[in-house]
């Protein structure tokens, strides 16, 4: 059993409001497959959609679960006064960027769990 991560536990209770008011954080997981996230992305966004910041933290073990990284987000949030936050509770994809790691239109070669599945579903594509 983990101990209790209690920024977790914050980031949790922030997304689990229904009001959305800004600035607004974004946290995305992504992870080689659906089970490990490695990387997660926090984005702060104003009303009129302006992206104001934006961080990623990276990790061989699991983001999700590491209180540092946890306290990181609370604390990034902090500085930039995010008034509500929008995750989702699974990982949507491939940690390594199109363009940046592998080429522009193909596959992440270090990722194949991802190749020709849909993000958002999980489910494979036609």
Not at 25 to 36: C, F, K, S
Not at 100 to 105: A, Q, S
């Amino acid at each position: 059993m983990r101990n209790f991560d209690k920024a977790r536990y914050q980031l949790e209770k922030k997304a689990r409001r229904r009001t959305r008011t800004y600035p607004l954080a974004t946290i995305a997981y992504y992870g080689p497959d659906d089970q490990l996230a490695t990387k997660v992305v926090v984005g702060i966004v104003t009303q009129s959609d302006e992206v104001i910041a934006l961080n990623k933290w990276f990790s061989e073990e699991d983001v999700r679960f590491s209180p540092a990284i946890n306290q990181q987000i609370v604390d990034f949030l902090a500085q930039h006064h995010a008034e509500s936050v929008a995750m989702l509770d699974r990982i949507i994809g491939c940690p390594h960027e199109e363009g940046i790691d592998y080429p522009t239109g193909s596959t992440c070669p270090q990722c194949p769990f991802w190749k020709d599945k849909d993000r958002w579903t999980g489910l494979p594509v036609d």
